[in-house]
Each structure stands twice: as structure tokens, then as C-alpha cells.
């Protein structure tokens, strides 16, 4: 029989070693502390060797952490994708905008079309017409020339993709 080390308040990562609690097949366990306020029994060699660092918590936190990690990397993945404003693209007209061509509408005030274009949220195209045609037209090209390049990248990057 080889003599017990006494271990009592040795700290072992979140453990502080209590008391002595029993000694079992030649093995020593100890009665400790966690920094998280739990008691736990650990055995002495695990304690020394470093593989046992706290009552469980530990292991338990970092599987938490590691599930908000993944949790807010696939969030960001959703957020990206909806900053595009890609449904914008495809959506039908506007039931408002009585032009029936979505991002033209009728300013009654001036009595003036008005071509609208917004892309990540920010205005790109807001110019009056007289000539309905002409804000139709002054929209199309605004969407030739922002949104093509776009949905293309679209395309091409989420081709495996069914929707
Ligand atoms: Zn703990």
C-alpha cells in the first residue's frame, strides 16, 4: 500500500480539493470544490494528470459555447442572404403602385411617376417623370444595371441550391 499524498487545498483547474473521501482499490478519492459551486469526488491521478478540471460544468459550458457559436455563424449566414434583397427582384407589383410595374408609382400630389429602386436598403434610383413610360422605362434600366449583376452572382453561387 503506497502512503495517500494529501491533496487538500491543492487546486486542480476549477477544483479545489476539500478532504480526503475514501480509498478504494488502490486508487485515493478526494472530496472537492468547484468554482461553480458544486461538490465532486475525483480521483486523485485524474486530478494530477490534469483530466479531470472541474465538477462537469466545464465540459457542459463549452458544448453551450459551442452551440451558440454555430447557432450565430449560421444566423449571419441567413442575415447576408436576406441583405441582398433579393425577393425584392421577384416579387409581384406592388398592388399600390398602379403603374403594375413594381418600383413606379403615381405621386397624385404632383401629379408626376415616380421611378423608385432600393438595393440593401439604400435608394439608388427616385426620379420624376410626366411620362409614365418614361419612369417604366428609367426603373428597367436602373434594374438592368444594379440587380443583373447581382442575380447572376446569385445564380451562379447558389446553383446547386433548389429555390
Ligand atoms: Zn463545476
Redesign the pocket.
Known amino acids: 500500500m503506497s502512503r495517500v499524498i494529501d491533496l487538500t487545498g491543492q487546486r486542480f483547474g476549477?477544483l479545489t480539493v476539500v478532504q480526503f473521501y475514501q480509498r478504494k482499490n488502490g486508487r485515493t478519492f478526494w472530496k472537492c470544490q468547484?468554482?461553480?459551486g458544486?461538490q465532486t469526488i475525483s480521483r486523485a491521478d485524474a486530478l494530477k494528470s490534469g483530466s479531470v478540471k472541474?465538477?462537469?460544468?466545464?465540459a457542459k459550458e463549452k458544448h453551450k459555447l459551442d452551440f451558440e457559436k454555430f447557432a450565430r455563424s449560421k444566423r449571419q449566414k441567413n442575415d447576408l442572404k436576406e441583405n441582398t434583397d433579393l425577393t425584392n427582384l421577384v416579387d409581384k407589383p406592388q398592388s399600390n403602385s398602379l403603374s403594375g410595374i413594381r418600383g413606379v408609382c403615381f405621386s397624385k400630389g404632383e401629379q408626376l411617376w415616380i421611378a423608385t429602386l432600393n438595393l440593401k436598403g439604400k435608394n439608388i434610383l427616385h426620379k420624376r417623370f410626366k411620362n409614365k413610360q418614361d419612369a417604366i422605362n428609367a426603373r428597367k434600366e436602373a434594374e438592368e444595371k444594379y440587380f443583373k449583376p447581382i442575380l447572376e452572382k446569385y445564380k451562379n453561387s447558389h446553383s446547386c441550391q433548389s429555390d
Do not use: E, I, K, P
Not at 472541474?54 to 466545464?58: I, K, N, P, V, Y
Open positions: 476549477r468547484c468554482t461553480c458544486n472541474s465538477c462537469g460544468c466545464f
